[in-house]
């Protein structure tokens, strides 16, 4: 029986791809402008780990990595709240999901205070039970610790959880603690994550959880 969710945040919940993609650029053009690169889809690769793994991948300085994070954190807050937009259904089923008597999950490898003013702009935040974000992990997603962790603070078994995402890191994070795993499909890469990690369900819309859980609870 499925008693609780997990859910990603960015391209899961909310559409920040756009803001993701032009903070990557801002901060590669400030901060190494011989690197910068040529179209915004080129950041993809960047999407999903945690910001400092990024950036170490084009500096051996873990001084110069500091400061892109901060550069990019800046950034992304002067241009959030204004391009942000949430998935159809979302918030429709996380909150038949919380009347339902579901406990719901947040794991991301943003800080709290990061990902706190997208939660709030579309009422999101009241509605989760525990919040997994980077500082209180050592072991980042795909790992399966953020899970764990997630599972124990509320109070149900890892094989009572679906995991819910839209990057490898995410479905290989519930598949490596033992959870049900769910991956939405309105990100480019959809497909290829698909065949990568064989998840256990495939989202056309959030709330195809709704039937799903009807299904394995019955």
Not at 46 to 73: C, H, R
Not at 123 to 131: A, H, I, R
Request: with cysteine; proline share 5%.
């Amino acid at each position: 029986m499925i008693k609780a969710l997990c859910f990603d945040l960015d391209l899961t919940l909310v559409n920040s791809g756009m803001i993701i993609l032009k903070s990557f650029d801002y901060a590669f053009s400030k901060c190494l402008k011989e690197k910068r690169k040529e179209k915004l889809e080129d950041y993809l690769e960047y999407i999903g780990p945690p910001l400092k793994d990024s950036f170490m991948k084009n500096t051996n300085d873990p001084k110069k990595a500091d400061e892109m994070i901060e550069t990019y954190i800046n950034y992304y807050k002067d241009i959030e709240l204004d391009i942000l937009t949430i998935f159809p259904t979302v918030k429709e089923t996380l909150v038949y999901l919380k009347n339902e008597g579901y406990k719901l999950g947040l794991i991301t490898t943003k800080y709290l205070k990061s990902a706190t003013p997208s939660l709030k702009k579309y009422g999101l935040y009241e509605l989760f039970d525990s919040f997994m974000t980077l500082e209180k992990q050592t072991k980042p997603k795909p790992h399966k610790e953020p899970l764990l962790m997630a599972a124990k603070e509320m109070g149900v078994k890892p094989d009572e959880v679906m995991m819910v995402g839209d990057n490898v890191v995410d479905i290989m994070c519930g598949k490596n603690a033992g959870s049900l795993t769910a991956l939405v499909s309105w990100n480019k890469w959809s497909e290829d994550t698909k065949k990568l990690t064989h998840p256990d369900y495939y989202l056309e819309k959030m709330s195809d959880l709704i039937d799903i859980l009807k299904e394995i609870n019955k």
